[in-house]
């Protein structure tokens, strides 16, 4: 768990999602905007955060609200302009803040040019696409060619009444799926690549790369995954065998890391590759070999509330002890897929959950708004946006529904939140925004959540928090605590403790590893802050509150 080669700057920043839809909107649109974004730098800087990556904003018919990709060397008029991409990059880098871009390489819309001519099977698009005759049912009506399913419900084959075939799709109508056993598709998304590395670019999220390839052999159904309680058309009804995690990306990825290579040879500054994968480590890691970073999703994912400490505790061990040589994790509690903090675990859980992320070994990604604490929306099945949560109509919507995670940003108590001049902002502002905002936040003279945070993004730049080794001390169903710590070195000692669980416990934290009986608290949730700020504190009987979690300089 430790390691002592220098690192590199993706190893010792915070990654800080902006979903630029919700996170400033510059015209007036009642969208947030690329101009909007550079508006912000200055904000990163406060929060000690050192790289930025965006959800995509190029362009885009946003049926999937930019994931469904029309041209991916240009920006949609609503996020603005290349030149507004440039100029955000350049004010970044100013500030020392690195950028990275959303690369969704499994598809494009079907707005694309190289689809739209696809369907006309003009040469040498005719190919770019996964395309199959189906089969015939006794009528002689064309049927899908097998029970593959779209990860948003339902058959993953559409029909196309123009080229009187099926189009493979793992994500909606929308979004047809590249085939990526056409060279000719490998080297258009290369040159994606280099596109937005010559814009500047210092690293790119994949997104939904697990799914890139299919099996070839498209008559072959997939077996059920017999989970219980998954209806026949969901996606998880199937065992993905044919259509995720098959070896053939490895090689697509080691593509994509030596142009990444090139670049870094040019000008020295290392390239980053994050991948979206929510695979099991035996997969994970066969993407570090192949020259990229996997988010570790296991927080978003498998850690479902109540929380305890033993669940935590194991979720970062299992990243730990599955780690290949020389890997390194980067640790995520949200995203624009899944549900915020504080609505998932509970609001009294965020700053806790914060302190988690930001004292962990490996990078924290940390999603728009969660270092606010900010709660999820209310929106009706008439307000919702997200075609997911649309897909399963007025009854189940909600439980599909992206929506309520990706309200505006909340920057101060003008009208929506100053996140946009338009009445209507695309969706609601969350009421709570006239207390809870950056401004207010910011000004407080009682610690907030976003003090906290800045002042946690701090704190881990010291080598201990990002070179040293984790040690677990005491853990049970409410406490998770460790020590970080740099063997050999004088350098300080902290000791993390954390109440995730259900009921208040004190507990005798002076043994092994920690082997002291006393400390200073440096940093702790606005639950205590106020009452030990700096306070030395005694460690064989502290006792901590569920949410309540501290930062503590051994003795
Ligand atoms: C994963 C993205 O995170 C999600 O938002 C999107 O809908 C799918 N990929 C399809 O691109």
């Given at each position: 768990m430790s390691g002592d080669a220098a690192l590199e700057w993706w190893q010792t920043t915070i990654i800080y999602q902006i979903y630029p839809r919700s996170f400033s909107d510059s015209n007036g649109d009642g969208i947030g905007d690329l101009k909007g974004v550079t508006s912000k730098l200055d904000y990163f800087t406060y929060l000690n955060i050192g790289a930025i990556w965006l959800s995509p904003f190029f362009k885009s018919p946003m049926k999937d609200f930019g994931y469904d990709v029309s041209d991916f060397k240009d920006v949609?008029?609503?996020f603005g302009t290349l030149k507004d991409f440039e100029q955000l990059v350049q004010e970044a880098h100013k500030?020392?803040?690195?950028?990275?871009?959303?690369?969704?390489?499994?598809?494009t819309s079907n707005q694309h040019d190289w689809f739209q001519r696809s369907c006309r099977r003009e040469k040498p698009y005719d190919d770019y696409y996964i395309w199959c005759d189906g089969k015939r049912d006794k009528d002689g009506k064309p049927q899908p060619p097998n029970n593959w399913l779209s990860q948003f419900g339902r058959t993953a084959w559409r029909w196309h009444e123009g080229r009187?075939?099926?189009?493979?799709?793992?994500?909606?109508?929308?979004?047809?799926?590249?085939n990526y056993r056409n060279p000719l598709v490998v080297k258009e998304m290369n040159d994606v690549v280099r596109f937005w590395m010559e814009r500047g670019v210092d690293g790119m999220r994949v997104d939904a790369l697990d799914y890139l390839f299919e099996d070839p052999d498209v008559f072959q159904d997939e077996p059920r995954s017999n989970l219980p309680g998954v209806e026949s058309f969901e996606f998880e009804y199937n065992d993905h065998i044919h259509t995720m995690e098959k070896p053939e990306i490895l090689d697509i990825v080691r593509g994509w890391r030596q142009i990444f290579d090139e670049f870094q040879k040019k000008d020295r500054e290392p390239r980053f590759m994050v991948i979206e994968t929510y695979a099991k480590p035996k997969w994970r890691n066969q993407y570090y070999k192949a020259g990229a970073n996997p988010f570790n999703l296991d927080m978003c994912l498998t850690l479902q509330p109540p929380l305890s400490g033993t669940k935590v505790r194991d979720s970062v061990d299992q990243e730990y002890t599955n780690?290949?040589?020389?890997?390194?994790?980067?640790?995520?509690?949200?995203?624009?897929?899944?549900?915020?903090?504080?609505?998932?675990?509970?609001?009294?859980?965020?700053?806790?959950?914060?302190?988690?992320?930001?004292?962990?070994?490996?990078?924290?990604?940390?999603?728009?708004?969660?270092?606010l604490g900010m709660q999820e929306i209310e929106v009706t099945f008439e307000q919702t946006k997200d075609p997911w949560g649309k897909n399963y109509g007025p009854k189940r919507f909600k439980e599909f529904s992206r929506d309520p995670w990706r309200a505006p940003m909340q920057w101060d108590d003008t009208k929506n939140a100053g996140f946009s001049s338009n009445p209507l902002p695309w969706l609601p502002v969350h009421p709570d925004y006239v207390t809870r905002n950056v401004k207010v936040q910011q000004k407080s003279p009682k610690q907030t959540s976003l003090q906290l945070y800045a002042a946690l993004a701090k704190l881990r730049q010291e080598p201990v928090f990002q070179k040293g080794e984790v040690l677990f001390s005491?853990?049970?169903?409410?406490?998770?605590?460790?020590?970080?710590?740099?063997?050999?070195?004088?350098?300080?000692?902290?000791?993390?403790?954390?109440?995730l669980g259900q009921m208040s416990t004190k507990e005798d934290y002076s043994g092994s590893p920690v082997n002291s009986a006393r400390g200073v608290v440096v940093q702790a949730t606005c639950s205590v802050i106020d009452r030990i700020r700096n306070k030395e504190v005694g460690l064989k009987d502290l006792e901590l509150a569920p949410g309540d979690g501290m930062v503590i300089r051994l003795m």
């Open positions: 949609d008029p609503i500030r020392g803040i690195k950028v990275i871009v959303d690369f969704v390489p499994n598809h009187q075939q099926f189009y493979y799709t793992a994500f909606l109508a929308e979004q047809p799926d590249l780690l290949p040589d020389n890997g390194w994790p980067t640790f995520v509690l949200g995203n624009h897929d899944r549900k915020r903090l504080s609505s998932k675990f509970g609001a009294e859980y965020v700053d806790a959950l914060n302190v988690l992320l930001l004292t962990l070994r490996g990078t924290p990604c940390t999603y728009y708004g969660e270092e005491v853990t049970n169903d409410n406490v998770f605590s460790y020590v970080r710590q740099i063997p050999g070195s004088d350098a300080s000692r902290y000791l993390i403790v954390l109440n």
